[in-house]
């Protein structure tokens, strides 16, 4: 079956870190893209960043550049979400997904891990 | 970033009718060197991940009823669920995918009346 596990989501004050595992299983991990994307309940789906299959090429959301860095184990059929200097407008689920066609077509999902930003 | 509007925001539909969902998109999501609108849907049940339904506009994803339904060019998208069933009730996003960054609707949630 193929499966996405985040975890590492919590309470954080403004200015804090977290970080955010994605742990894949039942498909050959190092043949997708794999992303983080935000929701706030209520609201739709907003694309953070994504990781191609070097480990190396990545992409962010301008709300995120600078702040935020993906990475990806293969060996662990792992990827991460670095968080840091955390805003109140982070907060939301985060999902890991994948990309099957390369093509930012998200075809399988995790459950989502909470991340809540706040003093 | 290129930005998609869905409407309605909401509506509710009879067992057994026809839903249909509209997405415009403020530039055209057609690759003309492969003819492929980079449009997808995704239908989101409570508590649960979005679950992507629908891709390049109009190919059914492997398991979805055939009941949904992708259709449209250009700018302009259309998802129909026809003879809508309870477990249909949900709500559905669209996607662009024809640039980055890749950007969602705001959603429309479908009920039965």
């Known amino acids: 079956e193929v499966q996405l596990v985040e975890s590492g989501g919590g309470v954080v004050q403004p200015g804090g870190s977290l970080r955010l595992s994605c742990e894949a299983s039942?498909?050959?991990?190092?043949?997708?893209?794999m992303n983080w994307v935000r929701q706030v309940p209520g609201k739709g789906p907003v694309w953070v960043s994504n990781?191609?299959?070097?480990?190396?090429?990545?992409s962010y959301a301008d709300s995120v550049k600078g702040r935020f860095i993906i990475s990806r184990d293969n060996a662990k059929n792992t990827v991460y979400l670095q968080m840091n200097s955390l805003r109140v407008d982070d907060t939301g689920i985060y999902y890991c997904?994948?990309?099957?066609?390369?093509?930012?077509?998200?075809?399988?999902w995790g459950q989502g891990t909470v991340v809540t930003v706040s003093s | 970033d290129i930005v998609m509007t869905q409407s309605p925001d909401s509506l509710a539909v009879s067992l057994g009718e026809r839903a249909t969902i509209n997405c415009k998109s403020s530039?055209?999501?057609?690759?003309?060197?492969?003819?492929?609108?980079?449009l997808e849907w995704y239908q989101q049940k409570p508590g649960q991940p979005p679950k992507l339904l629908i891709y390049?506009?109009?190919t059914r994803e492997s398991g979805v009823p055939d009941r949904f339904s992708g259709s449209g060019s250009g700018t302009d998208f259309t998802l129909t669920v026809s003879h809508l069933q309870a477990e249909d009730v949900a709500v559905y996003y669209c996607?662009?995918?024809?640039?980055?960054?890749?950007?969602f609707g705001g959603g429309t949630k479908v009920e039965i009346k």
């Open positions: 997904a994948r990309d099957r066609l390369g093509e930012y077509t998200f075809d399988t």
């Open positions: 039942g498909f050959s991990f190092d043949n997708y893209w």
């Open positions: 990781i191609k299959l070097d480990g190396i090429t990545t």
């Open positions: 530039q055209s999501l057609l690759y003309t060197y492969n003819n492929k609108h980079y």
């Open positions: 390049w506009a109009s």
């Open positions: 996607q662009q995918s024809y640039s980055v960054p890749p950007t």
